[in-house]
Nanobody, 123 residues
């Protein structure tokens, strides 16, 4: 069983930065961040796999070069550093964990979700 608790959301002006955190329990193999804007489907933002001291990351094209996913396995915290935020980044952001990742951002098999943290980008 994996438990996930996100924090760090808030309101920021365009061009600003925020860092989301996700405290987790258990030993998930893959972790990631998804987001869901009002009236839209949940979409993958970034994923990470730690293997032998190397982190393998993947990003959605819309956030590449602006967002950075990282993980502190000792503290069991997943991060999402978000820079150069845009109004279209406004969404509820969810932390996810699982043991397998398919094509794109599809977590396979058992997967666990946090409760979400709201990010609002507005002037």
């Amino acid at each position: 069983q994996v438990r996930l608790v996100e924090s760090g959301g808030g309101s920021v002006q365009p061009g600003g930065s925020l860092t989301l955190s996700c405290a987790y329990s258990g030993t998930p193999y893959y972790m990631g961040w998804f987001r869901q804007a009002p009236g839209k489907e949940r979409e993958g933002v970034a994923t990470i796999k730690s293997d032998g001291g190397t982190d393998y990351t993947k990003y959605a094209d819309s956030v590449k070069d602006r967002f950075t996913i990282s993980i502190d396995n000792a503290k069991k915290i997943l991060y999402l550093q978000m820079n150069s935020l845009k109004p279209e980044d406004t969404a509820m952001y969810y932390c996810v964990a699982g043991q397998a990742l398919g094509a794109g951002f599809k977590f396979l098999g058992d997967k666990y979700w946090g409760q979400g943290t709201q990010v609002t980008v507005s002037s």
